[in-house]
């Protein structure tokens, strides 16, 4: 489900993204590109430098938009835990 998810945003708005995320978060997104694909992110978003936290903050609601949209057409399944550990399966 997080592969399907990544492959529908940006590389730009999941680098923002997780940027500002907390590191269970990008872990977990990290965790699931192949080794390569995560270091390259990683290096982008370290190049990325400070970025304001509103730019964060839509790259996220972007992320999390498109992951609503596909868990309501059936092609991810969003499991429910406690708000900062919900995670998208």
């Known amino acids: 489900g997080v592969q399907t998810l990544m492959r529908q945003i940006d590389r730009d708005t999941l680098g923002r993204a997780l940027k500002g995320a ?6 977990f997104f990290l965790a699931n590109m192949s ?5 390259n992110m990683v290096d982008d978003m370290e ?3 400070p970025i304001r936290l509103k ?3 839509e790259a996220q609601g972007r992320v999390v ?6 868990s309501a057409k059936g092609e991810i399944r969003i499991a429910k835990g406690r708000i ?6």
Do not use: F, Y
């Not at 907390?22 to 872990?27: G, H, K, M």
């Not at 080794?35 to 270091?39: D, I, V």
């Open 55 to 57: 730019d964060v903050e």
């Open 84 to 89: 900062e550990e919900e995670m998208v399966g």
């Open 22 to 27: 907390s590191e269970p978060i990008r872990e």
């Open 47 to 49: 190049a990325l430098g």
């Open 65 to 70: 938009v498109t992951a609503k949209a596909l």
């Open 35 to 39: 080794s390569r694909a995560a270091k």
